[in-house]
């Protein structure tokens, strides 16, 4: 099955103290959709301006990412720049030019609005909405986000939620949406806003019964929460848990689009491989993301993911598999 993804198609320039480089692609958008196209089609919506290379049309469609859906219009192409400090996580934006994103509406063609799996990437929530509220019943949608919307547009994010099977965000953006110091009292409670939300605004239910009813079918059923090196979190119904770590890298050029990468292979590998989601599906997925993510920061932009092999995403499966066992046979 396809993935439709939507979210930021950017050039940015990312300086690390040790290297700076302009004009690379990037945004959310692209991240996510290279890192889904290892297991599934993916359907891609989002905007470029005049100055986006047409060379990676091509290169999209020899990956099986249908670009219909992404918009070229005259202006300059949205712009992110940012800078790394020494310990490779902590980051500052040190600007933003929305250029052709300022008046952005994203439109479905026709042929994307039957899509079952949807992976709304980091772009302002209210956009995101507007990409589902033109869609026919998907059957699972992943939902990433950032602090920016946290802060500023938290009623838009708030009531995303409610259509949202898997929401990822990173720890700091979680603690900072819940005001919880433990992550795992943070997961918790997003599993819980969603319905609170729409208790409160949303289900105009005179019925207690009706209404909890509504409430409990909406909300996001699960939250993974990301903490860079140190692996990731994943909470589900009734309690489920899982945790997984990161892969011990060596070398780290470019953590830009972890996150989205991330994100990227998890719904990617849930459309491909799975018909009705399950707790135990998404362990799988959280791991195959994490894979892709570490292989993303191994090169500046998009590099390493382009010339990456389903062989080499294999190994390192199965090396997160035996790095995650602790009661061996002694040998
Ligand atoms: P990540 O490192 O996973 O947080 O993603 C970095 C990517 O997100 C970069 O390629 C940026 O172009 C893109 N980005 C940064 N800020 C925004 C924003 N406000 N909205 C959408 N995309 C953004």
Redesign the pocket.
């Known amino acids: 099955m396809s993935v439709l993804v939507v979210?930021?198609i950017?050039l940015?320039t990312v300086k690390t103290p040790v290297e700076e480089h302009s004009d690379l692609l990037?945004?959310?958008a692209?991240?996510a959709a290279l890192g889904a196209s290892f297991f599934s089609p993916v359907r891609l919506v989002g905007i470029v301006g005049h100055d986006f290379p047409e060379s990676e049309f091509q290169f999209w469609k020899s990956r099986k990412i249908d670009s219909e859906g992404v918009q070229r219009v005259n202006g300059k192409t949205?712009r992110?720049s940012g800078e790394y400090a020494w310990d490779l996580n902590t980051r500052e934006?040190r600007s933003?030019a929305l250029n052709v994103f300022e008046h952005f509406e994203p439109v479905l063609p026709e042929s994307y609005r039957r899509t079952d799996f949807v992976l709304l990437a980091?772009?302002a929530p209210s956009l995101q909405s507007h990409v589902l509220d033109q869609m026919e019943r998907p059957r699972f949608v992943v939902a990433d986000t950032?602090d920016?919307w946290i802060k500023t547009t938290r009623s838009d994010l708030d009531a995303l939620l409610r259509s949202v099977d898997l929401l990822i965000l990173n720890d700091s953006e979680a603690r900072e949406m819940t005001k919880e110091t433990s992550l795992i009292k943070a997961g918790r409670r997003i599993r819980k806003m969603g319905p609170r939300y729409i208790a409160s605004e949303m289900t105009k239910e005179t019925s207690l019964i009706k209404a909890g009813r509504r409430i409990r079918k909406m909300g996001p059923r699960y939250i993974a929460i990301k903490k860079g090196e140190h692996g990731a979190l994943l909470f589900g119904e009734d309690d489920q848990f899982f945790s997984c770590g990161a892969y011990p890298l060596e070398d780290i050029h470019d953590?830009?689009?972890?996150?989205?990468t991330f994100a990227g292979g998890m719904a990617g590998y849930l459309a491909g491989t799975v018909k009705k989601v399950h707790f135990n599906d998404l362990r799988r997925a959280m791991i195959y993301g994490s894979v892709l993510a570490s292989f993303c920061v191994e090169a500046f932009s998009l590099e390493r993911l382009r010339s990456l092999s389903m062989e080499e995403i294999g190994r390192r499966y199965e090396t997160f598999k035996l790095m995650s066992q602790f009661e061996v046979p002694s040998a």
């Open positions: 979210g930021s950017a940015d990037g945004g959310s692209c991240y949205f992110w934006t933003i980091n772009i950032m920016l953590p830009t689009g972890a996150g989205d």
